[in-house]
């Protein structure tokens, strides 16, 4: 229940004092407040620490400290960055952005485009990033949990689901229920429109392992069918975060590939360059998948946590 209440005193009474701080000050107190989340949620801390030693090998004990600190400083700042989703002037000072001319280059084909990324860094912020730069973009995503409890803590929990369901409907963005997936995604690419679609997130249940760090990946290979089929480029999205709390959108070149797995395949060694670099941007992703696989639910991340 603290946790909720937290949360709803930062989405009213503070939303409209943290609209005119800068990035760097939001920057400098959720680096306060993450030494004191670390000290709340230390069951949490070592299931990163344990995802972040089985993926990175021979990772020291003092940079492990320290990308798991940054990973908690960074999960309040992307709570603070998602209370303005539905602001254009907000969003936009937040971003800045690379390979924009890669997007425009392959939309130039008129087959749409399709945007694929892993849950690392402020994910969500792409969305309404390129929607208020004017591209037609639509989310492929799990159908969310509507409404709440009405007591305890799914009470709270409601407020904030429905304060966050708000926000995101008034976004500059369409959405596509994955598990609902029908002809409006081929529409969206026939329209030639851009389509963002999360390799790592775990709606599908035709997963196979693909290696990565010497781990086995469980992914699915719908997105690369579907781009095979239709004749839409495959652009890998990264969002990174520099020190000083400023988001680097980066758009990188189309993927060419011949078969589904050759196309994962590609996009995972692009993404490993950018996890090893920046691995504090995936930790609590990790984490929380790493949570949810504990707790019974089917098809977890890495094949190691279905034992």
């Given amino acids: 229940m603290l946790k909720y209440i937290a949360l709803l005193f930062i989405w009213y009474p503070l939303r409209s004092v943290i609209y005119f701080m800068p990035s760097c000050v939001i920057a400098f107190g959720s680096s306060l407040a993450a030494r004191l989340a670390l000290r709340l949620s230390a069951r949490r801390a070592t299931v990163m620490r344990e995802e972040l030693k089985a993926l990175i090998s021979g990772l020291p004990e003092d940079l492990c400290r320290e990308t798991i600190e940054k990973a908690f400083k960074f999960l309040i700042m992307e709570e603070a960055e998602r209370l303005f989703f539905d602001k254009e002037k907000k969003v936009l000072s937040l971003v800045e952005f690379k390979g924009l001319d890669n997007l425009d280059s392959a939309l130039k084909d008129g087959k749409g485009a399709i945007l694929s990324l892993m849950h690392f860094g402020n ?148 993404f490993e360059r950018y996890l090893l670099k920046f691995p504090h941007h995936y930790a609590a992703n990790m984490m929380f998948e790493h949570i949810r696989s504990k707790r019974g639910v089917d098809n977890p991340l890495f094949s190691d946590l279905a034992k």
């Fill in 123 to 270: 994910h969500l912020l792409v969305i309404p990033a390129l929607g208020y730069k004017g591209y037609p973009i639509y989310q492929l995503a799990e159908q969310g949990v509507s409404g709440g409890s009405t007591r305890g803590e799914g009470f709270l929990q409601g407020i904030l689901v429905r304060k966050r369901r708000k926000i995101a409907e008034a976004m500059p963005a369409g959405m596509i229920h994955a598990n609902k997936m029908s002809k409006k995604v081929y529409t969206v690419l026939k329209e030639n429109k851009v389509l963002l679609a999360a390799i790592d997130g775990r709606v599908a249940k035709n997963t196979k392992g693909f290696g990565f760090l010497g781990r086995q990946m469980l992914l699915s290979n719908g997105i690369f069918k579907l781009a095979l089929s239709t004749g839409a480029p495959v652009l890998p999205i990264f969002m990174v975060r520099n020190e000083e709390g400023r988001n680097l959108l980066v758009i990188e070149e189309r993927l060419e590939f011949k078969t589904p797995d050759e196309g994962i395949e590609k996009y995972l060694k692009i």
